[in-house]
């Protein structure tokens, strides 16, 4: 036989490709793939490496218990760059890979409603944490969210208020972007609700310099305690600070911003004594304390909801799938809304129909500096 | 009355800020006839050399201080080598465009090194403020204040009394008749890009412990005061002061007596109001007649 210049190449090829054929399908199916968009680049770069690390820690964890269907989980992480363009290219890349079985989408409510679309065209079970409560509501089976909505902040700032606290008169102060104006919304209608209308619903513009006319408007009010739902830490430190400045004292109930790490270094004593509404509270439960002590071992930081919420979303999926016994994108969805009674590091996982897993939110006070639980306050309704 | 006077005090204290970096506008349109975009990074840069001194190091806070205004310093030294420079024969167009580039490059440069999360810089006083009656006064708005009259006496006596100042006026007035009477151009030019550095980034300095630290300090502040520039006149020392001032104290009285949401769109309104029946600004001259 005489061996051509052809043959000669053609065997050249198939032996250099040969091994990584071999390798790559031999890969293939090895482990089973969970794709997560994250901000690993961008000005959420920072949270967007917790939200990676609490995943990676639940996959651990998974894997450590015999895996999901006997395979070793494997999580595959592209980068939104913290922008709407971002996670919807993002997630087309990760959606063109046929062996990922579920996702994670983001913290961020733009960024899941940016990448929506896309998510009911795939037809695959995605885990979110933004807390826009029409994410859930608006047809798009695929979308489980692993954070209580922001129906359920207004309510419990309002609750706590009124029953706890014992206060009626009310200033409720919020941005006037859309998560501000939502959430002033929701508490204005849960404080009409309990027959404490506020006496002042003012709004203001993010990235405000100065806070002394909105400090005179609540002061001249008589106001004997504040609501707020702040979206950048830098306003809620300058407001914190001029009002104990001009000298108003009444307790302060805020959304989740007011105990975040950045506010409380930015407003330090001024936010002394203030309550606010924590979907992670360290102390709120013993799967909340389990995380905590992980989280803490294995990162070294105080541990938050960036990252509890994507531990939570990877166990809860890899648990669904097992109890599936299958991949299939149907029988993975009726698992997860199945879920009742699931201790999370965020709270005990009750799935609606809806696809949101949690219905309530804890209530955490700043003592001198020191973020403590209070109490959970869960609706069934 | 006592609602008045705070908002006045406080209307005043952050039309002091605009007010330093209109300053720093002013004088880099008098001397080069181009509108330095990255006028407010100059402010947000040296708030972060200040942290990086002071809060990163822990050295003295004077010495921080003086440093980082060193730092400054040096920028407008680089900063006209590098974007004014090589563009100076070119219309003004390619110039604003570098500078609008330089911006960029700042706020993204700093943002890779300290990342997004904003920086506490302290006071230079323990005393946050003092309650002289009804009306509360923050310590550090009232160094603001003190230091821009201070700088208003400053600016006067520079360009009316001293030989550099009316160098740097004959170049800012006409180049080529100043370079015929041996002033050197390029010189004094690279003088007003590093004064109006430090003016900025001194801006940037005061104002940080109020404002905290964060990359949006500076463009934010920048807007307003290129606002104060327009009402007090373009190219008019006295007129960035008082465009300043005035826009503080409007913004603060609009947003206390009309509307917290639309505080930004009363400095903005009163901008528009000018640019339809008064172009040139309080201060400024007609074209026509600077003819």
Redesign the interface.
């Known amino acids: 036989m005489k061996l051509t210049r052809r043959d000669f190449a053609a065997g050249i090829v198939a032996g250099i490709a040969a091994p990584h054929i071999i390798s790559s399908a031999r890969a293939q199916g090895a482990t089973l793939k969970i794709g997560m968009c994250a901000p690993v680049t961008g ?4 949270s967007g490496g917790y939200a990676v690390k609490g995943a990676k820690l639940a996959l651990e964890a998974v894997n450590k218990a015999g895996g999901i269907l006997g395979k070793q989980g494997e999580l595959i992480v592209e980068d939104d760059q913290t922008t709407n363009p971002g996670i919807v290219l993002a997630f087309s890349k990760l959606a063109a890979n046929a062996e990922i079985v579920g996702f994670l989408g983001s913290i961020r409510s733009t960024q899941v409603h940016a990448m929506a679309p896309d998510v009911i065209k795939l037809g695959k079970p995605v885990m979110i944490g933004g807390t826009d409560p029409n994410l859930t509501h608006m047809g798009n089976k695929w979308l489980f969210r692993f954070r209580p909505n922001d129906s359920y902040s207004g309510r419990v700032i309002a609750e706590y208020g009124v029953s706890t606290l014992g206060k009626k008169k009310w200033a409720v102060l919020h941005s ?1 972007d859309a998560f501000g104006t939502a959430g002033g919304k929701a508490l204005t209608a849960a404080l009409e609700k309990l027959g404490a209308p506020p006496v002042l619903d ?4 993010n ?4 806070f ?3 400090v ?2 609540i002061k ?1 009010s008589g106001a004997d305690i504040l609501g707020s739902y702040f979206t950048f ?2 306003d809620l ?2 407001f914190a ?1 001029q009002l104990r ?3 108003v004292n009444i307790p302060w109930v805020g959304s989740p911003s007011i105990v975040n790490i ?1 506010a409380l ?2 407003a ?1 004593p001024a936010l002394y004594n203030t309550y606010g509404v924590a979907d992670y509270a360290e102390d709120s439960s013993e799967g909340s304390k389990a995380f905590g002590k992980l989280y803490r071992d294995a990162v070294k930081v105080a541990p938050d909801n960036q990252s509890s919420w994507t531990y939570d979303a990877i166990t809860v999926l890899s648990a669904a799938i097992n109890k599936a016994g299958s991949t299939d994108p149907d029988k993975i969805r009726d698992a997860i809304l199945a879920i009742k009674k699931f201790p999370g590091a965020e709270g005990e996982y009750n799935f609606d129909q809806n696809g949101d897993g949690l219905h309530g939110y804890n209530i955490v006070k700043n003592d001198k500096g020191n973020i403590t639980f209070d109490k959970h306050i869960e609706f069934n309704d | 009355m006592d ?1 008045f006077l ?2 006045l005090f ?1 209307g005043i204290g ?1 039309g002091a ?1 605009y007010a330093l970096v209109a300053l720093g506008f002013v004088l880099i349109f008098r001397a080069t006839n181009v509108v330095n975009f990255a006028q407010g990074e100059f402010s947000m840069v040296a708030a972060y050399l200040m942290v990086y001194f002071a809060v990163d190091l822990g050295w003295p806070y004077w010495l921080s201080f003086l440093l980082a205004l060193a730092g400054m310093a040096l920028l407008g030294v680089i900063f006209n080598l590098g974007v004014y420079y090589p563009l100076r024969h070119r219309s003004y167009l390619p110039v604003i465009i570098a500078t609008i580039g330089a911006s960029i490059l700042l706020a993204n440069s700093v943002l890779a090194i300290y ?4 920086q ?1 810089l302290p006071g230079w006083f323990e005393t ?2 003092i309650q002289l009656g009804p009306v ?1 006064l ?1 310590s550090q708005y009232l160094l603001i204040i003190g230091v821009t009259i201070l700088l208003v006496i400053f600016n006067f006596w520079f360009f009316e009394k001293t030989l550099l100042g009316k160098k740097l006026q004959a170049t800012s007035q006409d180049k080529e008749m100043a370079s015929l009477l041996g002033i050197s151009v390029s010189t004094m030019i690279m003088i007003t890009f590093i004064y109006s550095a430090v003016l900025g980034g001194l801006a940037g300095l005061l104002v940080a412990p ?3 630290v ?1 990359i ?1 300090m500076g463009s ?2 920048a807007l307003k005061a290129f606002a104060a520039t327009i009402i007090g006149g373009f190219g008019d020392v006295t007129g960035a002061i008082i465009g300043g001032l005035a826009l503080g104290v409007i913004e ?1 009285f609009g ?2 007596y009309i509307s ?5 769109g009363f400095a903005f309104l009163v901008l528009i109001a000018f640019l339809i029946f008064r172009p040139q600004g309080i201060f400024g001259e007609r074209v026509a007649e600077k003819a």
């Open positions: 000005p959420a770069a920072e006037t003012q709004g203001y513009a990235q405000s310099q100065d002394t006319p909105v005179l408007a001249q830490e830098n430190g300058i600070r400045q001009l000298g950045t270094k930015l330090g | 609602l705070q908002l406080t952050i800020v990342g997004p999360q904003p506490v946050p403020g509360y923050d109020v404002l905290f964060s949006q934010t502040i603060t947003a206390a917290v949401p639309y505080k930004d």
